[in-house]
């Protein structure tokens, strides 16, 4: 059975709303990192908190209350089959910005975004509770901010403007990281500044909105960009997702995912970022 892209949409915001509902419940205060379950993941500065895993949980439980046989696959959880799957996946990363999120920089997101069956992004929500901006987009209906009661649909960056914006970010990998700042300048040629906040969903849907001009970063996860690089593209922007091992499939590898790039903005800045 084929499901309305509108019908996906609603399930996407109520499930990210779930995951944002826990991650607002974060104490107050800038050195509480004892008091939010923080474990490191391996790699210096990727972190995990006991609110990824509730976020995770509130987001899975909402999606599964609506359609309880769609596969799922998020960033703490791994992959959840249904024995009879309808063939439509969810990606969901229920803390984009963890790292933020323990040194309270408001910079973060619970991102939930279906794909169907073809690998064919259908609707995709990136909430982010301390800046009160919720993001949305449906295949075919546009891409949306709703903000302080105001929802305004957006059109991306502003054609031809001076003083361009790019926004990026760096990979925990020390060797991929001396990489990226070796090649800074060459990425920073034609823009007069870059942005680098800590989420990769909020700086795809930052391009959406006309905040920056462009995207581009190595190394991201499906999980990542999923919901934001589909509210950048129904926004109007020219996006590029990698061609890389969906998770259903076991992933690709980490020296693959680490070459790869993702990116958006307009399209005479497409040819900004290496291929």
Not at 124 to 150: I, K
Not at 187 to 204: C, E, Y
Not at 215 to 235: C, K, S, T
Not at 241 to 268: F, I, K, M
Request: glycine residues 14%.
């Amino acid at each position: 059975m084929t499901a309305d892209v509108l019908e996906l949409l609603a399930v996407a915001q109520a499930a990210a709303a779930a995951g944002a509902e826990v991650l607002s419940g974060r104490p107050s205060g800038t050195n509480i990192a004892g008091n939010l379950g923080v474990v490191n993941k391996g790699d210096a500065g990727d972190w995990v908190t006991a609110f990824d895993v509730a976020a995770e949980n509130a987001v899975r439980e909402a999606i599964m209350a609506s359609r309880p046989d769609d596969t799922i696959t998020g960033e703490e959880h791994g992959t959840t089959r249904s024995e009879q799957p309808t063939g439509y996946r969810w990606s969901i990363d229920p803390l984009d910005g963890t790292t933020n999120f323990i040194r309270n920089i408001v910079y973060y997101a619970t991102s939930v975004a279906v794909a169907d069956a073809d690998g064919v992004w259908l609707a995709g929500v990136v909430n982010a509770p301390a800046l009160g901006r919720v993001y949305s987009a449906a295949r075919g209906q546009g891409a949306w901010l709703e903000e302080g009661g105001h929802r305004t649909q957006l059109n991306g960056p502003v054609l031809g403007r001076t003083g361009l914006i790019v926004a990026s970010g760096f990979s925990y990998d020390p060797a991929t990281r001396a990489e990226q700042f070796a090649g800074l300048g060459g990425l920073m040629d034609g823009f007069a500044d870059l942005r680098r906040l800590g989420s990769a969903a909020l700086d795809l849907c930052m391009v959406a909105d006309g905040t920056c001009d462009a995207f581009g970063e190595r190394g991201l996860n499906e999980h990542d960009y999923a919901a934001g690089a589909l509210i950048a593209e129904e926004a109007g922007c020219w996006v590029r997702r990698p061609r890389l091992t969906s998770p259903v499939d076991g992933g690709p590898s980490d020296a693959d995912r680490l070459q790869a790039w993702t990116c958006a903005g307009t399209l005479e800045l497409s040819g900004k970022f290496p291929l």
